[in-house]
């Protein structure tokens, strides 16, 4: 299987808004995420990282966060979109041995692709182990709210899978200058003790993101941030034109 293809079309699956996947260039220059931020995620994307995105209303932007930092995959993991509960129950068998990205396109109750719902829940998040990661996205608007849905019955998730979660990500939607204004209102990272710390908060009064806190990985942020510049610098935001680049700057460091 070619797995850059594969992965190309299991986020294209997510596109919700029709016309060309947005990519992170394209996030960063509409303001939905700045520079280092970008860094920060795909830093602990490269390392490994679960990754769940939040908002409470629809069209938020939640899907599109999501599929942007997915491009962030190192080479060689494929996505698994989880379209029946017997993909998860399949890759609970497996064991965790060989690297993969567990796909669920919505925790939620509706009848559509890739959602999930009731105690696949709490084995979709007991997937992360070792190599083998998830992704999936949630209607709710903070760490609490997201931890009380994902804790409670039928889904019944616990606070050591949940907290098996390196990053997560809330969005942000309102309506400024005659228009809707999206970005990451908040950015977490697992802290290691079964909980997780805040690393960015956006102002919305001055609409500026602000550092609030540090990341545990100890790898050094220059190299991906300088990456993520150039990027942006570079004026091509088509999501395969920046998933070439991204596995050639994984190539180099």
């Not at 497996?94 to 993969?100: I, K, Q, T």
């Not at 719902?117 to 979709?124: E, P």
Request: overall charge negative; charged content about 25%.
């Amino acid at each position: 299987m070619d797995i850059e293809w594969h992965n190309y079309r299991q986020i294209e699956m997510l596109n919700q808004r029709g016309g060309r996947t947005l990519s992170v260039v394209d996030l960063i220059r509409a303001g939905t995420i700045d520079v280092e931020m970008a860094a920060c995620a795909m830093r602990a994307v490269e390392a490994g990282a679960s990754l769940l995105t939040g908002a409470r209303p629809g069209g938020a932007g939640k899907t599109t966060l999501m599929a942007a930092l997915l491009n962030f995959l190192p080479a060689e993991v494929p996505l698994v979109t989880v379209d029946h509960p017997g993909v998860i129950t399949d890759g609970l068998r497996r064991g965790a041995d060989e690297p993969a990205c567990y796909l669920a396109h919505e925790i939620g109750s509706g009848r559509y692709l890739g959602y999930i719902w009731g105690r696949d829940v709490a084995d979709f998040l007991a997937l992360i182990e070792g190599p083998r990661r998830v992704a999936s996205c949630l209607h709710a608007d903070t760490l609490d709210e997201l931890s009380a849905i994902l804790r409670s019955r039928p889904l019944g998730a616990t606070p050591e899978t949940l907290a098996a979660v390196d990053l997560i990500a809330f969005m942000h939607v309102d309506v400024h200058g005659g228009g809707y204004r999206r970005r990451v209102s908040a950015y977490y990272e697992a802290d290691g003790r079964c909980g997780h710390r805040l690393l960015f908060q956006w102002d919305a009064e001055s609409d500026r993101f602000r550092r609030v806190g540090e990341s545990r990985d100890g790898k050094a942020l220059g190299p991906y941030v300088d990456f993520v510049e150039r990027l942006v610098e570079d004026g091509q935001p088509d999501s395969q034109e920046v998933r070439r680049k991204v596995l050639d700057f994984y190539s180099r460091v």
